[in-house]
């Protein structure tokens, strides 16, 4: 469904613009510019929905070309995020509302994925809703949104509406009121224990009413307490085998996995960050040293350890850039 947001990214650095282009290619349709006056001719040309752009940049820099297509009512309607250093978030672009959220640069590749994802989610989500059918019901599957994305994609747009998840017979109603959760059922289940069941949901269909109301009132955390409560009650289920073996682990797993895109993410301690806190810091812990292999016998080479791999794919996926 993200594929029919267009995505702009503007960055100077080849290498950092190549690395975010593969990375969020799958989520959107990817338009890359290396400098502020390339991209200005290219979003003319096709208005984007969304503009990733470095700060500094040698000639127009990212917030003037921010200014320049926000002055364009042809290309003004799209969100922004800045990649910029602390100091300048700090000191020039975050009290002149240049952007809509901001990314801090040194950051993960990771992490600068999952929050310019939940940008995308929401961009679908509002481009889902005007071009709804008549009777005003936005309809997808949870292939494609994820109960977690859209949650949070409901509470990013501060959306009131009423969301219908089924699945296989079962149905889940939840209400939202500005983009927190005021009312949910499934079942014979109430408020916070109705959404905490369906969060593990990895299929299934949903359907958006945005005219859909409620005067109840059964849910007592707002909805990032009730992801994170909802995530560590099912990290809990696959450690302590309260479910049979194979359905916890399987359940558990697409669950973290979809909390990992979405930017709430899981411990084998079972505590959650905060997925707008600040990024995490750009360094890492240094590893402890490998043990000193034995002297290998007299005309035969030592063996070379071999590098885990999955410590490979992690540090893969994790790449700092600046």
């Given at each position: 469904?993200?594929n ?10 080849p290498?950092v ?7 969020l ?7 890359s510019?290396?400098?502020g ?9 096709d208005?984007p ?12 820099d990212?917030r003037?070309?921010v200014?320049?297509l926000k002055?364009?009512p042809?290309?003004a309607n ?5 990649m910029?250093s602390k ?6 672009l975050?009290?002149?509302d240049?952007?809509?959220?901001y990314?801090?640069?040194?950051f993960?590749?990771?992490d600068?994925?999952?929050?310019i994802?939940r940008?995308i989610?929401?961009i ?7 071009t709804a059918?008549?009777?005003g ?15 949070q994609?409901l509470?990013?747009?501060r ?6 998840l089924?699945?296989?017979g079962?149905?889940?109603e939840?209400?939202?009121?500005e983009?927190q959760?005021?009312h949910?059922?499934y ?6 224990p109705?959404v905490?069941?369906?969060l ?6 949903f359907?958006l009413?945005?005219?859909g109301k409620?005067?109840?009132q059964?849910?007592?955390l707002?909805t990032q307490?009730l992801l994170?409560?909802?995530l ?7 450690r ?11 359940s558990?797993?697409?669950a973290?996995s979809?909390?990992a895109s979405?930017?709430?993410?899981t411990?084998?301690a ?5 997925p707008?806190a600040?990024h ?13 292999p034995?002297?290998a016998?007299?005309?035969f ?5 071999a590098?885990?791999?999955s410590k490979?794919?992690?540090?893969e996926e ?5």
């Amino acid at each position: 469904m993200a594929n029919n947001v267009k995505l702009l990214l503007v960055e100077d650095n080849p290498m950092v613009l190549g690395m975010l282009q593969q990375a969020l290619s799958p989520l959107a349709t990817v338009t890359s510019a290396p400098d502020g006056a390339d991209a200005l001719m290219k979003a003319v040309d096709d208005p984007p929905d969304l503009v990733v752009c470095d700060y500094r940049m040698p000639g127009m820099d990212g917030r003037q070309l921010v200014e320049k297509l926000k002055s364009r009512p042809a290309t003004a309607n799209f969100s922004a995020v800045l990649m910029a250093s602390k100091a300048d978030i700090a000191e020039r672009l975050s009290q002149q509302d240049a952007a809509d959220d901001y990314l801090e640069k040194p950051f993960f590749l990771r992490d600068a994925t999952r929050r310019i994802k939940r940008m995308i989610d929401r961009i679908a989500l509002e481009k889902m809703a005007k071009t709804a059918p008549s009777d005003g019901v936005v309809r997808g599957n949870l292939a494609q949104m994820n109960v977690i994305d859209l949650m949070q994609s409901l509470e990013m747009g501060r959306k009131s509406c009423q969301l219908s998840l089924t699945n296989e017979g079962d149905r889940c109603e939840v209400f939202f009121v500005e983009g927190q959760v005021k009312h949910a059922t499934y079942g014979a289940l109430v408020g916070d224990p109705a959404v905490f069941k369906v969060l593990r949901w990895t299929g299934g269909n949903f359907q958006l009413d945005f005219e859909g109301k409620t005067d109840k009132q059964t849910t007592e955390l707002n909805t990032q307490g009730l992801l994170m409560e909802g995530l560590r009650l099912l990290d809990e289920s696959q450690r302590d085998g309260v479910e049979s073996e194979e359905p916890a682990a399987t359940s558990a797993d697409a669950a973290t996995s979809a909390a990992a895109s979405a930017g709430v993410e899981t411990n084998s301690a079972s505590t959650f960050s905060d997925p707008f806190a600040a990024h995490p810091p750009a360094y890492a812990p240094p590893e402890p040293a490998p043990p000193t292999p034995a002297p290998a016998a007299p005309g035969f080479a030592a063996p070379t350890p071999a590098r885990p791999a999955s410590k490979e794919k992690e540090e893969e996926e994790d790449v700092l850039l600046g």
